[in-house]
């Protein structure tokens, strides 16, 4: 028996019933483990990716990336213009045997958004929740908005009473090490089960024999397993140890393409990359902060070449950004997309003019498991910073060393990578990123900038029903960000899956997102 028959025979034991071994079990290699098994422990795009197979919210996105009806088939406005009336779906069983009903929706509302929660961000204009019967609830809001659909397609739904038997009424927050029930235990209503998860090695999912809807994939389980080198999943994929990831190597994908059993789908992500700063008085070693100068910020974006980092970093792969949103986004303009000039003399001279010394050091935040090709990226933008005269001290670590001290405000400069997920709509960063850290705006403003102008404009857009309206207000605030450079847009990331023979249908999505659930494999399961 080969390893790869001996890995799959081993995943699949256990996860069906009856004698037969499971045929359609897709291993799926990626760069990283899940950091949880509670979509609401941390905004950690992957992880919430993942756990999409597993819980679900009343609605979802289709295969156009359109809003359809999930564990709500119905939705009303009603006449207060606040209150959103929605219609559950009859008939729908959580994993371990229990009936959904608006209770579950009412207590996993007030899960994501309770004040401790990593995600309150996802939900903003929550302010509580109705029971009107078993199969109807009522939300309603802190005033007009109109984007409470796209919120909802990530706000998982959990068990009520699963929740307050296992006291897990509370969300984790992988950022502040608070774990509990729900990090290392499921129960959603997905199309898949989670049989058995060994952190850092593998999680094993059995399809949801009872899921409500009507599978359009053959999959009998598939199986998570984290491969951090590139090296060894490309080696991975060529010997068919694995069938499919969503991280395909860049550098390695001519090799992928001439082998005759692997097929490369490529496009761009929405995901932009950005660098942001603090905005403290102080860096991390107690000497003064430069970065709350907006000339400065500047200087540092001139004295990256962004054409250099395009061509050789990311292999020609991406799509260099002037922008804070990718051009298919909801609020994209055109006339912010513009970058500045490589001008390392320039970028000196701003330096100068804002009395930073020579040999500035600073520190450098970045993912050994995150971004594209982040380790080689921030390695580049940091000799080029060198040759301005400053000195950055490079920081790369697994998220879940770095994590915490972004959050904390424990850092200098660090990257970050932003897709609108799950809004897919410009309002998206201004309210989770650029507005001011307060209540539920703001919650990955690690830097902790305040523009009043800014959060005006993102407040107001926040209540605008008319679309086109506001746009305009958010291409208003985009144009401050820009403006002020408060972060420097790099690129959007390539994106890059890779699946083996053995798979017969894998939709890419431009949000880089597998769903699983459309997957097909040679088996007749």
Same mark, same amino acid.
């Given at each position: 028996m080969t390893h790869r028959t001996l890995l799959l025979a081993t995943a699949a034991a256990g996860i069906l019933s009856g004698p037969a071994v499971a045929q359609n079990v897709l291993d799926w290699g990626a760069n990283r483990d899940i950091g949880s098994l509670d979509p609401y422990s941390y905004g950690d795009s992957f992880t919430i990716n993942v756990l999409n197979h597993v819980y679900e919210g009343l609605v979802r996105y289709n295969r156009d990336l359109e809003i359809e009806p999930a564990l709500a088939t119905s939705w009303e406005i009603l006449d207060d213009q606040i209150t959103w009336r929605f219609t559950l779906r009859e008939g729908v069983t959580f994993h371990n045997g229990n009936p959904f009903t608006a209770e579950d929706v009412q207590a996993s509302l007030e899960r994501v958004s309770h004040e401790t929660s990593p995600l309150k961000g996802n939900l903003p204009a929550y302010v509580s929740s109705e029971v009107v019967d078993d199969l109807t609830i009522d939300i309603t809001l802190n005033g007009t908005y109109p984007l409470l659909l796209n919120d909802l397609t990530n706000i998982h739904i959990f068990d009520k009473e699963w929740l307050v038997e296992n006291g897990a009424e509370l969300p984790t927050d992988i950022g502040a090490g608070v774990e509990g029930f729900a990090t290392y235990n499921a129960n959603g209503t997905g199309p898949f089960i989670v049989e058995s998860r060994q952190p850092d090695a593998q999680t094993v999912f059995t399809v949801n024999p009872e899921w409500w809807d009507e599978p359009a994939h053959n999959l009998d389980g598939f199986v998570l397993r984290p491969v951090g080198s590139p090296a060894t999943r490309v080696a991975a994929l060529l010997s068919g140890e694995i069938d499919f990831t969503n991280d395909a190597p860049v550098q390695d994908l001519p090799r992928l393409e001439a082998a005759p059993n692997v097929e490369v789908l490529e496009g761009v992500d929405l995901r932009t990359v950005m660098i942001g700063f603090p905005f403290r008085e102080t860096l991390v070693s107690g000497e003064p902060n430069p970065f709350a100068t907006k000339e400065v910020r500047e200087a540092l974006y001139k004295?990256?070449?962004?054409? +250099?980092?395009?061509?050789? /970093?990311?292999?020609?792969?991406?799509?260099? #950004?002037? =922008?804070?949103?990718?051009?298919? %986004?909801?609020?994209?303009?055109?006339?912010?997309?513009?970058?500045?000039?490589?001008?390392?003399?320039?970028?000196?001279?701003?330096?100068?003019?804002?009395?930073?010394?020579?040999?500035?050091?600073?520190?450098?935040?970045? +993912?050994?498991?995150?971004? /594209?090709?982040?380790?080689?990226?921030?390695? #580049?933008? =940091?000799?080029?910073?060198?040759? %301005?005269?400053?000195?950055?001290?490079?920081?790369?670590?697994?998220?879940?060393?770095?994590?915490?001290?972004?959050?904390?405000?424990?850092?200098d400069i660090y990257t970050l990578g932003w897709a609108t997920l799950p809004m897919l709509d410009s309002y998206s960063p201004l309210l989770q990123i650029f507005h001011s850290k307060e209540g539920n705006s703001g919650v990955f403003n690690w830097g902790g900038w305040s523009y009043p102008e800014l959060d005006a404009l993102v407040q107001e857009a926040g209540q605008e029903l008319d679309v086109e309206t506001r746009l305009d207000l958010q291409n208003q605030a985009l144009r401050i960000v820009k403006d002020e450079y408060i972060m420097l847009p790099l690129h959007q990331q390539p994106m890059a899956w890779a699946v083996t023979d053995s798979v017969t249908e894998m939709p890419l999505f431009p949000d880089n997102k597998p769903r699983l659930w459309f997957a097909r494999m040679n088996g007749d399961s």
């Open positions: 004295a990256i070449d962004l054409e +250099l980092l395009h061509e050789r /970093v990311m292999r020609g792969k991406s799509r260099i #950004a002037g =922008a804070t949103v990718a051009p298919p %986004i909801p609020g994209y303009s055109e006339d912010l997309d513009t970058i500045p000039a490589y001008d390392p003399e320039g970028a000196r001279a701003l330096l100068d003019e804002a009395g930073v010394p020579e040999g500035l050091e600073f520190e450098f935040n970045c +993912l050994s498991d995150g971004l /594209v090709n982040e380790e080689q990226f921030c390695q #580049a933008i =940091a000799s080029m910073w060198s040759r %301005i005269g400053l000195s950055p001290q490079l920081d790369v670590a697994p998220r879940a060393v770095q994590t915490p001290k972004r959050t904390n405000g424990n850092t």
